[in-house]
């Protein structure tokens, strides 16, 4: 009995994970993104880069429990689809999804930084140019609290065909030092860490 109920358990996690890894990869959209790892600059069309797990505070109301202010490890990720993305635990052992963005922050002034504002980052995503020139730190912004961009990998993905279906399928890993949206500022960026060297 027992060794059927393991049976059971490893076929239903064998066909439950490529449901999953569809999931994620039905939530990508094209959108070219370059990048520097290694020193290199390489490029992809779907992709979701990992930000790092941070430690944030949430006001959440669960069913039957009064709003309150819950601790919660959130993981952060930034996708193809022009959105950052933020899920975790909260210390009660419940799941939590947050409202996430970018902010663009220096000792004068702190402001939500749209994705189509960003030139490129530098120095592993901690600083960021914008398109209008200015310089700052890029910071995640969720619901408040202010995280440094960690642990940074860009999964890369490639369109492929099966059975007459296109399906997008995990390409690469990579870490990366730096991102951005054009040739131009993938440059800039691979100089502005060149120098600081």
Request: proline share 2%; with cysteine; net charge positive.
């Amino acid at each position: 009995m027992r060794i059927r109920a393991f049976l059971a358990a490893l076929i239903i996690s064998a066909t439950a994970w490529p449901l999953r890894a569809q999931e994620t990869t039905q939530t990508l959209l094209e959108r070219q993104v370059y990048y520097v790892s290694g020193g290199k600059i390489g490029q992809s069309k779907y992709w979701y880069i990992y930000l790092g797990a941070h430690d944030c505070k949430l006001r959440r109301k669960f069913p039957g429990e009064d709003t309150t202010v819950v601790d919660a490890s959130v993981s952060f990720s930034l996708k193809s689809s022009g959105y950052v993305n933020g899920s975790g635990l909260a210390t009660n052992g419940k799941r939590v999804d947050c409202i996430v963005g970018f902010a663009f922050v220096t000792q004068d002034t702190t402001y939500k930084l749209p994705l189509d504002s960003i030139a490129y980052t530098q120095n592993n995503c901690d600083m960021v140019v914008t398109t209008d020139g200015k310089s700052g730190y890029l910071r995640i912004d969720a619901e408040g609290t202010l995280c440094v961009p960690s642990d940074l990998r860009l999964t890369s993905f490639k369109m492929v065909t099966e059975y007459g279906e296109k399906m997008l399928r995990k390409d690469a890993d990579v870490t990366i030092s730096a991102f951005a949206f054009t040739k131009e500022g993938i440059q800039k960026a691979l100089k502005a860490g060149a120098s600081a060297k």
